[in-house]
Each structure stands twice: as structure tokens, then as C-alpha cells.
T-cell receptor, first 110, second 113 residues
Framework: DAKTTQPTSMDCAEGRAANLPCNHS???????VYWYRQIHSQGPQYIIH???NNETNEMASLIITEDRKSSTLILPHATLRDTAVYYC???????????FGTGTRLKVLA | DAGVTQSPTHLIKTRGQHVTLRCSPI?????VSWYQQVLGQGPQFIFQ???????GRGNFPDRFSARQFPNYSSELNVNALLLGDSALYLC????????????FGPGTRLLVL
């Protein structure tokens, strides 16, 4: 299973873009990258996922490098409510199991 | 639309007891997975069930068991509770199809004394 590496913590000013990096250098060609966040011990909340192309939805954008060895989650205008632990997960094709790391603790500052 | 629901929200047990946690998936989802999250760590995979069959098991002892019912709801059972079983237990249901996104419930917080 491909492992992911994320910074332990990051700060971001409210209203600015938050860019959260993730390294997944052992990713295989058919493995998706998923991002979830967890706010204060609630259940993880799905944010976005992608395979090769960059993706955007109402919550965030996902930028995946051409070699797929790393990705960046972008919250375009961070708010205080975006303070959470953000998990980057590589899901093997046709498997059921998410392997969570320790994630990045994002603190949005007023 | 209702998301994944779990019950109870909180639970206190003593060592050696047994506990049953319940999960109802999103309507139309046939797959349910269970995760354990110890304080300060990411969730750890316990089980996945699809169409009432176990499709995967994580590295957990046999004290942990689960089942899925015809309506796709699920129970997680833990026997002979240990202090180390204190955790947030998360249930996730999964849509079908290639991209198979999992959606998590709010969790059940179990405290073993």
C-alpha cells in the first residue's frame, strides 16, 4: 500500500489560501488520492479525490503533479471553520481499506 | 439526505464487558467499513462488509467481530474489553463504482474503565 507523508502542522491566515502538501512517491498508476478532514473528533469529512487530473469542487482544489508522486490540497479562502486535521490517503484500486496517517493539523488564524 | 448514522454516541464500559456498536449506511450504499481511532492518531481499519459478507479485516484480535444485516446496517461487537479499546469507533459507507468514495458517520466514543 502506498504511504503518504504530510507536514504535522500548518498555520494559515483567515481569508488566505491554504495549501496542504502530500507526498505519495510510491503511488501506483491506478491508485486514487483522497483528501478528508476531521474537525475536533467528529467523523472524517470527504473533501475531494483525484487520479491524474487536477480537480475542483465547492470545497477545494486538488493539484496532482504530473508524475503523481505528490499532491496539494488548496482551500482558496480559508475560514476559522477550516481549522481541522487534514488527511491525504492513497486508495489502492478495488480495495476497501483506507490507510490514514497522522495528517496535517491546519490552524486558521484570525 | 441522511448521512451515515451511528449509535450510541457515547458509551462507558468496564474491563471484561462486551459492547455492540451500530451503524446505518447512507441509503443505497451496500458496503460498510469500521475504523478505530485512538486519541491523537488517524483512524485504523477494522472491517469491511459488502452485501453481508466480510470483504476485509484489519490487524485486530478476534475479540472484534462484525456483521451486516439484509438492510445493510451493521454491528461491531467487541468482547472482553480492555482499557486500550477506548477510542472513537467510526463507521463508513461506500458508494459503488470505480471511484468508491467512503462517507463517515459521527462515530461512537467508547470509554473503558
Amino acid at each position: 500500500d502506498a504511504k503518504t507523508t504530510q507536514p504535522t502542522s500548518m498555520d494559515c491566515a483567515e481569508g488566505r489560501a491554504a495549501n496542504l502538501p502530500c507526498n505519495h512517491s510510491t503511488i501506483s498508476g491506478n491508485e486514487y488520492v483522497y483528501w478528508y478532514r476531521q474537525i475536533h473528533s467528529q467523523g472524517p469529512q470527504y473533501i475531494i479525490h483525484g487520479l491524474k487530473n487536477n480537480e475542483t469542487n465547492e470545497m477545494a482544489s486538488l493539484i496532482i503533479t504530473e508524475d503523481r508522486k505528490s499532491s496539494t490540497l488548496i482551500l482558496p479562502h480559508a475560514t476559522l471553520r477550516d481549522t481541522a486535521v487534514y488527511y491525504c490517503i492513497v486508495r489502492p484500486f478495488r480495495t476497501y481499506k483506507y490507510i490514514f496517517g497522522t495528517g496535517t493539523r491546519l490552524k486558521v488564524l484570525a | 439526505d441522511a448521512g451515515v448514522t451511528q449509535s450510541p454516541t457515547h458509551l462507558i464500559k468496564t474491563r471484561g464487558q462486551h459492547v455492540t456498536l451500530r451503524c446505518s449506511p447512507i441509503s443505497g450504499h451496500k458496503s460498510v467499513s469500521w475504523y478505530q481511532q485512538v486519541l491523537g492518531q488517524g483512524p485504523q481499519f477494522i472491517f469491511q462488509y459488502y452485501e453481508k459478507e466480510e470483504r476485509g479485516r484489519g490487524n485486530f484480535p478476534d475479540r472484534f467481530s462484525a456483521r451486516q444485516f439484509p438492510n445493510y446496517s451493521s454491528e461491531l461487537n467487541v468482547n472482553a474489553l480492555l482499557l486500550g479499546d477506548s477510542a472513537l469507533y467510526l463507521c463508513a459507507s461506500k458508494s459503488t463504482g470505480v471511484e468508491e468514495t467512503q462517507y463517515f458517520g459521527p462515530g461512537t466514543r467508547l470509554l473503558v474503565l
